[in-house]
Nanobody, 114 residues
């Protein structure tokens, strides 16, 4: 299993970023996919989950209405569109195979600062 995140960076408050996670080594379309984040000094927390077929997704309260998870099963890729970013969104963002596996990407840093 390999998960490779990309798309992080430095953005001003109110800005947007789109994260991608390219998956390989398993049948991507058979698994839920999820995004997590970990801020300095804090535990890793769930951000969003999407089912095998896609759809609206489920979101943590802090990101509801601002973040959108999506997937392209033909490209074995899951995305996280992040809008109206806030300084408290600063964290390393990880994608995860499923919702309980031990398969994680290496993470991508998102920094929201003016």
């Amino acid at each position: 299993v390999q998960l490779v995140e990309s798309g992080g960076g430095l953005v001003q408050p109110g800005g947007s970023l789109r994260l991608s996670c390219a998956a390989s080594g398993f049948t991507f379309s058979n698994y839920y996919m999820s995004w997590y984040r970990q801020a300095p000094g804090k535990e890793r927390e769930s951000v969003a989950v999407i089912s095998t077929a896609g759809g609206a997704g489920n979101y943590a309260d802090p990101v509801k209405g601002r973040f959108t998870i999506s997937r392209d099963n033909a490209k074995n890729t899951v995305y996280l569109q992040m809008n109206s970013l806030k300084p408290e969104d600063t964290a390393v963002y990880y994608c995860r195979k499923g919702i309980s596996s031990n398969s994680w990407g290496q993470g991508t840093q998102v920094t929201v600062s003016s």
